[in-house]
């Protein structure tokens, strides 16, 4: 195992990471009836509706408290109120979800300051708008400190804190179970609500943008798309009997998981992501031991089908060498998924600076390890040229990384996020036995076309 540190970095060359904000902003439109206001820039809410609407091809509203010469000067504290009273009045939220932005950090605005001035005056009947309240919460998200995986983590530890905080457990309520699914593809969101619906418990699921950001087609613009995880289910979270989050790269103190047992003492699991047959076990295992149950029969039938196709495929992906990229948390669990399939990851790579990823990949990989060059906080041109020698055979991550693909030669696997060069990026399914069962197919699939198409006699059976 090899590490690569970026003793030499004088600039970043086409990132390997998004904005902080960015995940935040998408975080938020999974909770019923929010809108996410960015303070900020208009050019801060446009790049990042641009890197939405391209990847879940659907109109995304986000507000902007519009920052100008003078409000970077002079400070944003009444843009940010009139933009929260435009908001309300426009959108009718039940919640709007604040982040900050580069700009607004550095010119270090008390954001939380000016939301406990606004919620005065709104008390005071001060702020004109007299039927309308709805809850405000506040994600810090400067870009240079972190990435779109910190925002989103952030706005969900934000909402959680900020809708329960001052909550009582109600005992008499009915037991639920809670699930922090992490930034996973609206088909991963539809599928965990699969899994779960054959537990009999109640739960909270969140984010869920598996409706708003993937819903049907309208007659009408819709400003706020139905669906999202309700407030009323955010504020059950502490009456849980456990939470199973899904994803480790998540700092402690700004951990919705966390924050719910410190709080109020609902036992957590913090796993991969469940993807592949190992972490999916795992996945499993956490259900079961939370609610007291055993897996329910249909999983065990979608684990024999991944099993079959594993054997059915083994012999096109045996022995190949993957370069595979992208947010901490997807590339350790695609790591453990391909080590499980036989595919060596001689390159697993990721824009974040977690001191962690390093140990995480290592554990991942059970069989292949030795020749993995793991390269945290990279970008694609340190990518690039660290794959070169390595002898790859297929590029595995999301569209970011197409430029390695076409410079290598090789065929590419999209998967993640962003998605923004092909259709239905955001309905890949990665999570459960049926996500493995996909990918291995995508993977198998697309070394068999390489294979094809540099096939000098040709040939159409394998
Ligand atoms: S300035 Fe910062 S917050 Fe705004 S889009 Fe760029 S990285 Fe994101």
């Known amino acids: ?30 909770i019923e009836g929010c809108i996410p206001l960015i303070h900020g820039s208009q050019g801060c809410s446009t790049y990042i509706r641009r890197y939405g609407i391209s990847h ?9 408290s519009n920052f100008v010469e003078a409000t970077a000067i002079f400070g944003g504290r009444d843009n940010l109120f009139r933009a929260i009273n435009n908001v309300t009045k426009q959108y009718h939220p039940t919640a709007i979800g604040i982040t900050s932005t580069c700009l607004s950090e550095t010119i270090g605005e008390d954001v939380p300051m000016y939301l406990r001035e606004y919620l005065m005056k709104r008390e005071l009947g001060e702020t004109g708008l007299t039927d309308r309240r709805p809850i405000l919460f506040y994600a810090s998200t400067p870009s240079y400190r972190g990435t779109h995986m910190d925002g989103f983590h952030e706005a969900i530890w934000s909402a959680i804190k900020s809708v329960t905080e001052h909550m009582t457990p109600d005992v008499s309520r009915p037991q639920q179970l809670n699930i922090l699914s992490g930034f996973v593809s609206t088909e991963d ?30 007659e009408d613009y819709q400003k706020l798309p139905e669906g999202g ?15 199973v989050s899904l994803g480790k790269a998540v700092p402690s103190e700004h951990n919705g998981a966390v924050f719910l047992q410190e709080q109020f003492g609902v036992p957590m699991q913090n796993i991969e992501l469940p993807i592949g047959i190992e972490n999916t076990d795992a996945f499993f295992s956490a259900l079961n031991e939370i609610t007291g149950q055993s897996t329910p029969g249909i999983h065990a039938k979608h684990r024999g089908r991944l099993i079959d196709a594993y054997f059915d495929g083994h ?4 022995g190949k060498r993957a370069i595979l990229y992208g947010e901490e948390d997807f590339v350790t669990a695609m790591a453990s998924f391909l080590d499980e399939i036989g595919i060596v990851p001689v390159i ?35 990518i690039l ?40 990026g955001h309905r890949i399914l990665h999570l459960g036995y049926r996500g493995a069962l996909n990918l291995f197919e995508r993977i198998c699939n697309a070394l068999m076309e390489a294979s094809q198409n540099n096939a000098k006699s040709g040939w159409t059976y394998i």
């Open 189 to 218: 969101l539809r599928e965990l609500h699969s899994i779960l619906g054959t537990y009999s418990l109640p739960y909270t699921l969140i984010p869920d943008y598996s409706e708003t950001l993937d819903g049907g087609a309208w």
């Open 229 to 243: 995880t309700p407030l009323t289910g955010i504020a059950a979270m502490p009456n849980a009997i456990g939470t």
């Open 348 to 382: 697993a790579a990721t824009g974040s600076a977690g001191t962690e990823f390093e140990r995480r990949i290592r554990r991942s990989l059970r069989n292949t390890h030795a020749e993995t060059l793991v390269m945290p906080d990279t970008d694609f041109a340190t």
């Open 385 to 424: 040229e660290a794959s070169k020698p390595m002898n790859p055979d297929i590029v595995i991550g999301h569209s970011k990384g197409f430029y390695l693909a076409r410079d290598l030669g090789l065929p590419m696997v999209r998967c993640g996020f962003p998605i923004h060069d092909r259709i239905g």
């Open 1 to 30: 195992m090899k590490t690569t540190a970026p003793e030499h970095f004088v600039s970043t060359r086409n990132a390997c990471k998004l904005c902080s904000p960015l995940g935040a902003c998408f975080a938020m439109r999974g």
């Open 315 to 318: 012999k096109y992906v045996s």
């Open 56 to 64: 879940f091809r659907e109109p995304i509203d986000i507000a902007s």
